[in-house]
């Protein structure tokens, strides 16, 4: 089985010897600058969308309280995540976007650290937090609203090097 991250000789790095969870040791890792993006999207009717645009959702601003949401997640992701690594972020940002054509709400954060571990969980973490945020405060208008297409789309930094998802 070829190496890559997350993996040690061909077996998982979160699971020792005796099949027990184990946090990875880092420590021996430089700290370096690393960068992750992370995308999803929540799907909706086309009024449920003309709500939030224009402000006028009962619980209050759609986008700025799932941006906070989103931020304050990322924030949180080692304390949600068990083996997850705490790490000191310099910047998360989301931004939403809606796309009418599909119906839905896109969503990409960005989350940088300088540290001995990637911050592709705080970028993805950032997503989904900030989605649940939009389902809950729209759900007595729209209770079908679909939390789709959470993925990384790319990260940078570390020994692995850059990584981006093929178009």
Not at 37 to 59: C, F, H, P, W
Not at 79 to 96: E, R
Request: a positive charge; charged letters at 25%; aromatic letters at 2%.
């Amino acid at each position: 089985m070829k190496e890559s991250k997350g993996t040690a000789g061909g077996r998982l790095t979160h699971i020792d010897e005796r099949g027990r969870a184990t946090m990875v040791d880092v420590s021996g890792k430089e700290a370096t600058l690393r960068e992750a993006v992370a995308r999803g999207s929540v799907y909706m009717q086309q009024e449920t969308i003309n709500l939030i645009e224009d402000n006028r959702v009962a619980k209050g601003n759609v986008f700025e309280t799932a941006r906070l949401a989103g931020i304050m997640a990322a924030k949180k992701t080692s304390a949600l995540i068990p083996l997850c690594h705490q790490l000191n972020l310099s910047s998360v940002s989301v931004d939403f976007s809606a796309d009418r054509e599909k119906n839905r709400i896109d969503i990409q954060a960005r989350a940088v650290c300088t540290g001995q571990t990637g911050v592709e969980m705080e970028a993805l973490t950032a997503v989904s937090v900030a989605a649940l945020t939009i389902y809950d405060m729209c759900k007595a208008v729209d209770r079908a609203m679909i939390v789709s297409d959470i993925r990384l789309m790319e990260k940078r930094g570390g020994k692995s090097g850059p990584w981006k998802r093929p178009a």
